[in-house]
């Protein structure tokens, strides 16, 4: 059996990423233990302390094993955080030896949606990819610039480092790993079973664009804002750089830093993250969208919403459009 821990930190934390976590693992010990075999997990519940409260005391969790009784273990859980995950680190730093030194000795590890933040602290990640919600990535890049943020991602294998996206998308990073240990025929049997949509790899068509305003430079915020409030026209990086009296080298780079966008890429992200809203609600076809947001070439437009939501705009609006849904 694989040893596994999965981590119990002082609150808050996003308690069905535990009990997701847990129960996917222990379904699949049943049924390896009903086809006559042993159980693949052997599941520990890790913490600091022999209890964490979360929701304001409303629920709590009692974990079976303090951290200092743990001397080996194969494979490390980091489950999300609730709110600020800056402020669950504060709490929690004193994991962060504990899953360094395993991790050293051989054990993988795994972060759950916004627990990247905790994998991060150990450094770990120093120049490796990682994922996290989407919500959650301006904050991410900002702790850890040195980490490859690709949000775009729903889970990220990277040399028995493990990350997945926002929310319950852990559960498919959870049936990757049964896949892992346990065969294709029983990541399928589970998946089907618990009704996870198995071999999901992106979490871009659930991103919403609201926009990198986290900084301190007032003229790159006067430009994002002149942006946003004209998507239907067409605009140059010349034609900010003039109108902000930057040059545009210097222009280039401090959106670059200042979003993590360059600014043709920021242009493109708030005509689709327009288009996506029209193609959502409206009754527009997708060519009228495409002008409406300033774009006339229909193959580009196609290319830029692809690359951005993972679909087409036909198979948003059908994905989306409750009216499509319908009809």
């Not at 120093?126 to 991410?140: E, L, N, P, S």
């Not at 401090?254 to 920021?266: D, H, S």
Request: hydrophobic share 40%; glycine share 6%; with cysteine.
């Amino acid at each position: 059996m694989k040893h596994v821990s999965i981590i119990i930190p002082q609150g808050p934390i996003i308690l069905s990423s535990v009990i997701g976590t847990y129960k996917v693992l222990a379904f699949v010990n049943h049924f390896m233990q009903a086809r006559g075999k042993k159980p693949a997990f052997d599941i520990h519940l890790v913490g600091l302390s022999t209890e964490s409260e979360l929701y304001d005391g409303l629920f709590a969790i009692r974990p079976g094993s303090l951290l200092s009784e743990i001397q080996k273990t194969e494979l490390i859980i980091i489950p999300a955080f609730y709110g600020n995950p800056l402020e669950g680190l504060k709490r929690n730093m004193d994991f962060v030896p504990f899953i360094t030194d395993q991790y050293k000795h051989g054990a993988e590890v795994a972060s759950l949606c916004t627990g990247a933040f905790l994998l991060a602290s150990t450094n770990l990640l120093k120049g490796k990819a990682c994922t996290t919600h989407w919500m959650a990535a301006d904050i991410f890049r900002q702790a850890f610039p040195e980490v490859r943020l690709m949000p775009e991602k729903l889970l990220i294998d990277e040399l028995g480092i493990y990350s997945s996206g926002g929310a319950y998308s852990f559960l498919n990073l959870v049936v990757y790993l049964v896949e892992k240990y346990c065969g294709r025929d029983v990541a399928v049997h589970c998946a089907k079973v618990m009704e996870i949509e198995i071999d999901r790899q992106s979490q871009s068509p659930f991103m919403i664009f609201s926009g990198q305003k986290e900084h301190q430079d007032e003229s790159i915020k006067k430009a994002q804002l002149y942006i946003e409030r004209n998507v239907g026209t067409k605009i140059s990086v010349d034609q900010l750089s003039e109108m902000f009296a930057i040059s545009r080298r210097n222009f280039e780079r401090r959106f670059k830093k200042a979003t993590a966008n360059t600014p043709v890429e920021y242009l493109q992200r708030v005509k689709i993250e327009a288009a996506k809203k029209s193609l959502e609600s409206g009754r527009e076809n997708v060519n009228e969208v495409m002008y409406a947001v300033g774009y006339s070439d229909h193959k580009a437009f196609r290319n830029i919403f692809k690359k951005i939501t993972g679909l087409s705009p036909i198979g948003y609006r059908n994905k989306y459009n409750r009216e499509m849904a319908v009809n």
